[in-house]
C-alpha cells in the first residue's frame, strides 16, 4: 500500500490510508517534510536499517572568494559515500580556479555557462581546451591544471575517485610558494629574490581575473606536442539510448579513453516513467540530480528497504550490488547523473534477468503465471515505461 501523507489544514502528517501513524503536533519543519513525503510516511514496503543515502548541496558549507564559490559533499556530509566525493563550483567572467594539481582523480560535468581548462602531462605535453554546457573533462591523479571562467561565468560538478577528498585540501601553486623560503625559489628559476616580493602569503584557491581573450590567443605551442588522450568529452553529442520514458548518455574508458577510474551515465526519465530495478556489479554508485524530482528506493538485503526522496542539486548514493530503482515523481523530466569508481559503467536488469532464465524457474521461485513470464524482456532497457501502469506523477 501507497502512503497517503494525510493533511490537516494543508501540513503533512505522518499517517497512512490504513490508520498506522498518527498526527505531529510537535516543533517541525514542515517545508521539508513536504519535500521528503517518502521520510515523512515510508512505502509500507520500506524495512530495516539501511543507512542514509542522501545529502543536498543546500545544506553544505559555501566557502566564498573573489570569483566564485564551492561547495562540497565528502565522508564527513554523506558517511556511506566512500569511494566518491563531490563538488559544486561556480567562477564569475574571469574567475580562475588556481593552477593546482591533486593526489585524486578529476571528473568534471559543466552544468552552465562555460570555461577554458588548461594542464600539462608527466611528458611536458599540454592542452588547452574550452568547454560548455554538457561537456566533460577528466585529469588523471597527479596531472596539473587549472579552470577559468568565460564571458558568462560557470557552473559545475567535480567528482573525485575517493569519498575523504575535501577540495580545500588541495596541492596548489600559490600555497606551494607561499611555503618555499625565497632563496629556494630564486634558485629554482634563476631569478633575483626580489621577483617573489609579491607572491600570495596563503594558498589563493579562487581568485578573481580578467576575461582571457580567443582560445588560440592562449595556445602555448611545447615542443613535446598535446597530450595523446583529449581531457575533454562532449556528453551531451553523444546520441542516446533511447527507450520508452526516456533515455541514456553513458561514458566510460570505452568512449572517452582517458577517464580510467571514474565511469558515469546521464539518465532522462520522463514523467511516469523509471529508471529500472537493477544493481551494480562493479561497484558504488555516487549520483548528482540535475533537474526535476524523483524518489529512489534501495533494497539491501536481508528485508531491508528504504525510500529517499530527490531533487536538483541532492546527492544520493548506492552501495555496492544494492537493488535500487528511481521513478520521476514530479510533471516534468528528471535528468540525474549516475557515476562509479571505474573504468567501464556496467549494470544488471532485473527483468533481464529472468528473461534469460528458464520460464519454469521463475513461475517456481515467485508464484508468478504466464501473464507475468511472457512480458519479460530479453533487452535491456535502461528506463521504462508502460502506459496504464505508471505510478507518477499522482494528482
Not at 592542452?127 to 577528466?138: E, S
Not at 625565497?182 to 609579491?198: Q, W
Request: glycine letters at 10%.
Amino acid at each position: 500500500m501507497h502512503k497517503d501523507c494525510s493533511k490537516n489544514g494543508g501540513v503533512p502528517q505522518p499517517i497512512r490510508s490504513d490508520g498506522t501513524g498518527g498526527m505531529d503536533k510537535g516543533p517541525r519543519d514542515v517545508m521539508r517534510d513536504l519535500q521528503n513525503p517518502d521520510m515523512l510516511v515510508p512505502p509500507v514496503t520500506d524495512n530495516g536499517l539501511i543507512p542514509n543515502m542522501r545529502f543536498s548541496f543546500s545544506d553544505t558549507h559555501m566557502q566564498l572568494n573573489h570569483g566564485g564559490w564551492s561547495r562540497e559533499i565528502t565522508v564527513r556530509e554523506l558517511p556511506i559515500a566512500k569511494t566518491l566525493a563531490g563538488v559544486n563550483m561556480s567562477l564569475t567572467p574571469g574567475g580562475v580556479r588556481e593552477l593546482h594539481w591533486h593526489q585524486q582523480a578529476e571528473w568534471s560535468y559543466m552544468l552552465l555557462g562555460s570555461a577554458r581548462i588548461t594542464a600539462v602531462d608527466q611528458n611536458g605535453r599540454n592542452f588547452i581546451a574550452d568547454v560548455g554546457p554538457g561537456d566533460l573533462w577528466y585529469f588523471p591523479p597527479g596531472i596539473p591544471h587549472s579552470i577559468q571562467g568565460l564571458e558568462h561565468g560557470c557552473e559545475f560538478l567535480l567528482v573525485f575517485d575517493d569519498g575523504s577528498f575535501s577540495d580545500l585540501n588541495t596541492l596548489s601553486i600559490s600555497d606551494w610558494f607561499a611555503h618555499t623560503p625565497k632563496d629556494v625559489l630564486s634558485a629554482n628559476f634563476g631569478v633575483p629574490e626580489a621577483d617573489f616580493a609579491s607572491i600570495p602569503q596563503d594558498q589563493v584557491y579562487i581568485y578573481q581575473d580578467c576575461v582571457p581573450g580567443p582560445l588560440q590567443s592562449q595556445a602555448v605551442p611545447s615542443p613535446y606536442g598535446t597530450v595523446p588522450q583529449s581531457f575533454k568529452h562532449q556528453l551531451l553529442a553523444q546520441p542516446p539510448i533511447k527507450t520508452p520514458g526516456g533515455s541514456v548518455r553513458i561514458v566510460d574508458s570505452s568512449n572517452f579513453p582517458i577517464s580510467k577510474t571514474i565511469a558515469a551515465a546521464l539518465v532522462e526519465i520522463e514523467p511516469g516513467a523509471m529508471r529500472e530495478m537493477h544493481w551494480h556489479p562493479n561497484n558504488d554508485e555516487w549520483q548528482y540530480y540535475l533537474a526535476g524530482q524523483g524518489r529512489m528506493t534501495v533494497f539491501g538485503g536481508n528485508g531491508a528497504a528504504r525510500t529517499f526522496d530527490f531533487r536538483a542539486g541532492d546527492v544520493g548514493y548506492v552501495p555496492f550490488a544494492y537493488g535500487h530503482y528511481i521513478q520521476n515523481t514530479g510533471s516534468s523530466t528528471l535528468w540525474f547523473l549516475e557515476m562509479f569508481k571505474s573504468d567501464r559503467f556496467a549494470d544488471v536488469s532485473l527483468n533481464q534477468w529472468m528473461a534469460l532464465t528458464p520460464t519454469e524457474l521463475i513461475q517456481s521461485n515467485l508464484h508468478v503465471g504466464t501473464d507475468v513470464t511472457s512480458k519479460l524482456r530479453k533487452e535491456k532497457w535502461p528506463v521504462v515505461k508502460y502506459p496504464g501502469y505508471s505510478f507518477y506523477p499522482k494528482e
